[in-house]
């Protein structure tokens, strides 16, 4: 008779489980896990989770800002952290019912900078020269999450052409380049920085000496120039072995020193480049004394004072004027496992000028990718127009890549935008953008001020 017994007492205690919605929902709790989690909202301040759970359950979220909880139990929570410092990087555990820290689901995020994303997602269209062969003022933002234009959100105090255009700590600096005085191009030291989130323009300390045509980036908490020349005649005034270092915060208005580099870097003009973790890759150029177009890359390392001891591929084919671009995805982008690269994208092929702004130039419609690692600068898909000094910027938002503008021909600008998949740009192709940039330039720079 004993296994009669043993039946009964699970098919009683079955039944109560069944029909009893006490058990049940504790049950529940002790059963529940968390499945799909995202971030529903996020602003400067604040930041909202939303998860779901295997079974109905209360909800928690444990992080930096402390632990809130959700006291209904239900499948879909919603919980909202406040308080958070803007543009910082949070760690979150969201659980279900019973759940451990240790069992919940990890997610990450960074709060916004500001309440104005499209700035801080955005790509910031600098200098240049347009349609009447003058330098270009107006700055002009394009949203591409939304596909939209603010045109000339502000203006350059000093339009120049050439400049050291580029983003550090979340500001736009325009240093140095060529100004256009009574018909003529002199050479500038000049820096002015713009603040997007507050609309101010300031003055910082000039450079030791003018500087156009340079390779720059933002390393750290500092500020490097290479190469160039402090002449429009390229003959007259090339940059050979001396780096032009920046501390934007040392004083009121920063401190320029200049030093030599242990190691030799390119005297060439126009060359492509850009940085990415802690090198500025250069590539291309003209030579300084003939003109002629190359194709050879190096990267420098600051923090070493020399050229990287490994060997940087060669592009396929030599140019200058070549939009430069660094693709490296965060932790907090949609597509962080996506690849790092180094892009030159368009530019002249010709050689023999000497002289800046160039008088005669070969545009191209070639595109070379150079993903760290591999070893070799690969093909990339040709772009509909050759392009001369076109500029370019990624949208991690999307997992695009944007070409803005160019020059067809000698001062013939173009105001067209190109779009393809960053996340495998070698064998995506180039589309049209149906929104074409606010006005005509070349030579300018596209930038995002979030890195």
């Not at 779901?52 to 444990?62: I, L, R, W």
């Amino acid at each position: 008779m004993r296994p009669e017994y043993f039946i009964f007492i699970i098919f009683f205690l079955g039944s109560i489980r069944c029909s009893d919605p006490g058990l049940s929902s504790i049950l529940g709790e002790e059963a529940s896990k968390v499945g799909v989690a995202y971030i529903a909202k996020l602003g400067p301040n604040s930041a909202t989770l939303s998860w779901n759970c295997s079974e109905p359950a209360k909800g928690g979220v444990y992080s930096e800002a402390g632990m809130v909880s959700d006291p209904s139990s239900q499948k879909n929570h919603w919980i909202e952290l406040k308080y958070l410092q803007p543009n910082t990087e949070y760690h979150a555990i969201l659980t279900c019912g019973s759940q451990s820290i240790a069992q919940g689901k990890s997610i990450r995020f960074k709060t916004w900078i500001s309440n104005d994303p499209p700035k801080t997602r955005g790509i910031w269209i600098v200098g240049g020269i347009g349609s009447t062969a003058l330098p270009i003022a107006e700055i002009d933002l394009f949203d591409p999450v939304t596909g939209t234009w603010y045109p000339s959100i502000t203006s350059v105090p000093t339009p120049r052409v050439y400049a050291s255009v580029l983003s550090h700590k979340s500001k736009i600096y325009v240093i140095g380049g060529m100004e256009l005085v009574s018909g003529v191009y002199n050479m500038s030291s000049k820096v002015e920085v713009y603040d997007p989130y507050s609309g101010i323009w300031e003055n910082k300390a000039g450079l030791p000496f003018g500087s156009q045509g340079a390779v720059y980036g933002s390393v750290g908490d500092e500020i490097y120039i290479l190469s160039g020349s402090n002449s429009s005649d390229m003959t007259n005034g090339p940059v050979f072995n001396t780096i032009l270092k920046f501390y934007p915060e040392i004083g009121a208005s920063g401190q320029w020193i200049s030093y030599s580099s242990s190691s030799s870097i390119f005297s060439r003009v126009d060359m492509s480049g850009c940085a990415v973790d802690g090198t500025i890759f250069h590539s291309g150029g003209r030579t300084y004394n003939t003109g002629s177009a190359n194709s050879s890359t190096d990267g420098f390392v600051p923090s070493a004072n020399t050229t990287t001891s490994f060997s940087e591929p060669s592009l396929v084919e030599s140019k200058h004027g070549g939009a430069g671009l660094c693709i490296n995805p965060g932790s907090q982008d949609p597509y962080p496992g996506d690849g790092v690269w180094f892009a030159v994208i368009g530019g002249s092929t010709g050689s023999g000028n000497v002289f800046q702004p160039a008088t005669s130039i070969l545009p191209t419609n070639k595109t070379e990718f150079y993903q760290l690692g591999s070893g070799v600068f690969s093909a990339g898909p040709t772009l509909p127009s050759s392009l001369y000094y076109p500029a370019a910027q990624a949208s991690y938002e999307t997992r695009n890549i944007f070409v803005f503008g160019g020059a067809s021909a000698i001062n013939v600008p173009e105001d067209s935008v190109y779009f393809l998949d960053s996340g495998n740009p070698i064998l995506s192709s180039w589309s049209l953008h149906p929104k074409p940039m606010p006005r005509r330039r070349y030579a300018h720079k596209a930038i995002r001020i979030d890195r």
